[in-house]
């Protein structure tokens, strides 16, 4: 699982982020543990995202002295270190 830098999103995600597939990661964690973490997240006030698109090049302002050299994504923009 992964928490946002900005805002109030997270990703559920199994191992590392961008290791698998959101399908993947899906048929990887059991039904009962997801909803479970689902759960306590939106109780925390979270809203759950699906990890894949945030792989996409990110389209906004991108600043490399602020968010580094490599190609900007919204996982990035969103999730990365900053």
């Excluded at 992964?2 to 048929?27: H, K, Q, Y």
């Excluded at 809203?47 to 190609?71: K, M, Q």
Aim: a negative charge; hydrophobic letters at 45%.
């Amino acid at each position: 699982m992964s928490i946002s830098n900005f805002g109030d999103l997270a990703v559920l995600s199994v191992d590392n982020p961008g290791v698998w597939t959101d399908a993947e990661a899906a048929a990887l964690l059991h039904p009962d543990d997801a909803r479970r973490v689902q759960t306590a997240l939106t109780d925390l006030g979270y809203t759950v995202i699906p990890e894949e698109p945030l792989w996409a090049p990110y389209d906004g302002v991108w600043d490399p002295a602020v968010f580094g050299p490599s190609e900007p994504s919204w996982w990035i923009r969103y999730f990365d270190y900053l």
